[in-house]
């Protein structure tokens, strides 16, 4: 492959040195961050020698890079990673979810909460997990506080609540609790919580039993799935270490292109949940699997141990996390170890069809794309319109680099009167392109607008009119509102097939700019139905305002909420006049 003079000349400059490199493609996107060792050595091994598939790709897409000098190897991972985090390059192995997985908190208080977070800020509060399954995460704490009177208010109120006459909560807000009473409540639920569930399932079962005999059957069948959420959770701890230490073991496999990685957390010597993500590699295997570690430790507790296989460079690992990282080479931990990469492989081989059928369909719909349009078709924008009657009149624009969505690109617009829906498309390209412009930022190389001949002369005028470089195609569709065919600037139409995974990758776009629009449409008439209502309650101004859509988040859970619940936030009194306007109209 020919290496372009620009490139040349920057590989001359590169140091000795450690420190990180950030490829750019034309469009001066960044593509893909990494870190080396010595900057010299890595970067020019992309330009050098053979190379598979995937990275063969990358390299193809390579125009420009940059790179930053670090004083050690350590400093250009955590650079690395942060990089990452800012960037998302499209070419780099990213965690699946860019959340941090869910941890239950048990607070630092004396009447202390439970409750779930992905947020870990107070050091001196208790945490437990991760759980990568939010769903049963939120059930042991619905579980916790359903059994243990413990407090539920963020904020001690001045009143007593419903938990309160429910017998769900001692209520500290009007009494004083025995503090030997909060301790013995909060002993009993770090015991459940690190796995001792003996003795509540004793006593639920003998709840459920007396449910049964004083004929409560919906009481005790409610039990009863307590019973089995507990059991569940318990069944995936199959692991049990004596030490009962904290330690996550992580291991990986790589085969066609592909490679899976796989974490088991064991919290006080128990397997408390796994994770793995199988994705495409673009990299050197090893750096890929560090730079996941450290992505996942960005949001997580790091852990007092941690295990991985044979080969991975740990040193660098245990100086950047600052705990102790272990490749076990015999007894219990080393088979943990080969038990990981084992699921690892398992998962593996489960998605990799999947994921292989998947990408060559988009390599498919991409190239057919690029076919039509007589050139490389790499960024494309789409726009829609949503409103009622002409209110709330608002935009969307999504946007897709090589057929995947770049969610950090995707913009709203809010139009001020009510338009046309043409005139509302001319708007909002008119706006988007003029600002990209004045920016001097890049833009895209196709333009798709929802319909067919008066859509595309609407949009050709604001191109023409700003001397825009990119191609306009419509969407056309049939009697049944389902894409049929693409139209040019020229007014021809382009059938598809209903085969084709260009078409299904043109419905995937038109099914996100939607979703997108409809989205940012009902959340502003939320907004203004809120407004509205809440204005007009005699005791609230801009503070309760505020708190009761912290609390509530939108007007329909106000209205499903009981004066106890409104009352917890603003007077009893106000709770009384809000609830009477909410349900007036019922």
Do not use: W
Request: net charge neutral; glycine share 4%.
């Amino acid at each position: 492959m020919a290496i372009s003079k620009l490139l040349q000349d920057k590989l001359a400059l590169l140091p000795d040195s450690p420190g990180c490199y950030i490829m750019k493609d034309v469009h001066g996107d960044i593509l893909y961050v990494g870190k080396a060792k010595v900057l010299k050595n890595r970067v020019r091994s992309y330009f050098h020698g053979t190379h598979n598939y995937k990275t063969t790709k990358l390299v193809s897409h390579i125009y420009d890079f940059e790179f930053i000098k670090t004083t050690s190897e350590k400093e250009a991972l955590l650079l690395e990673i942060n990089l990452i985090k800012k960037h998302r390059p499209p070419y780099n192995i990213m965690l699946m979810d860019d959340s941090s997985y869910p941890y239950i908190v048990m607070t630092n208080e004396e009447n202390f909460r439970v409750y779930t977070t992905r947020n870990i800020k107070n050091k001196k509060d208790t945490y437990y997990g991760p759980y990568p399954s939010a769903q049963s995460a939120s059930e042991m704490v619905r579980i916790i506080n359903t059994y243990f009177p413990i407090r539920k208010c963020s904020h001690i109120p001045n009143r007593a609540c419903l938990y309160y006459h429910m017998h769900q909560c001692l209520a500290p807000c009007i009494h004083e609790i025995d503090k030997n009473q909060n301790r013995e409540l909060k002993q009993k639920i770090k015991k459940l919580l690190q796995g001792d569930t003996k003795e509540l399932l004793q006593d639920l079962n003998q709840q459920m039993m007396d449910a049964s005999e004083n004929l409560q059957f919906e009481k005790a069948q409610q039990i009863l799935e307590s019973i089995q959420a507990i059991q569940h959770i318990e069944q995936k701890q199959v692991i049990d270490f004596k030490d009962n230490k904290d330690r996550d073991v992580f291991g990986f496999y790589e085969d066609k292109g592909y490679v899976s990685f796989q974490g088991f957390f064991i919290r006080q010597g128990k397997l408390l949940e796994r994770t793995f993500s199988v994705q495409a590699i673009y990299e050197d295997t090893m750096d890929a699997f560090i730079s996941f570690i450290m992505q996942y430790y960005q949001n997580n507790i790091v852990p007092k141990e941690i295990l991985v296989p044979e080969g991975t460079p740990i040193d660098i690992l245990e100086s950047s996390l600052q705990t102790s990282v272990k490749i076990p080479l015999k007894g219990e931990k080393k088979k943990l170890v080969d038990l990981v990469i084992e699921n690892a492989k398992e998962a593996h081989e489960q998605k990799f069809a999947l994921i292989e059928r998947r990408d060559n369909d988009l390599v498919q719909a991409n190239e057919h794309l690029n076919e039509i349009c007589k050139k490389e078709i790499h960024r494309v924008e789409i726009f829609d319109n949503s409103h009622i009657s002409g209110t709330y009149n608002v935009s969307a624009l999504v946007v897709y680099k090589d057929g995947v969505p770049n969610k950090s690109q995707y913009r709203h617009y809010q139009l001020k009167e009510y338009k046309s829906d043409l005139d509302s498309m001319k708007e909002v390209i008119y706006r988007r392109y003029y600002r990209l412009l004045m920016e001097q930022k890049s833009m895209p190389d196709l333009l798709l607008v929802d319909g067919g001949k008066l859509q595309i002369e609407a949009a050709k005028e604001i191109k023409e009119q700003l001397d825009l470089p990119f191609i306009i195609m419509g969407l056309v569709k049939d009697d049944k509102h389902t894409t049929r065919a693409l139209i040019n600037e020229n007014l021809e139409e382009i059938a598809l097939s209903k085969q084709d995974p260009l078409f299904f990758l043109l419905t995937r776009m038109q099914d996100e700019v939607h979703r997108f629009a409809i989205t940012y449409h009902r959340n502003l008439r939320n907004k203004g139905m809120t407004k509205s209502i809440l204005d007009s309650v005699s005791g609230i101004g801009p503070k309760r305002k505020k708190e009761l859509l912290k609390e509530f988040k939108s007007v329909k859970q106000m209205k499903s909420a009981t004066i106890e619940e409104l009352s917890k936030v603003v007077p009893y009194e106000v709770a009384c006049n809000l609830y009477d306007k909410l349900h007036e109209d019922m």
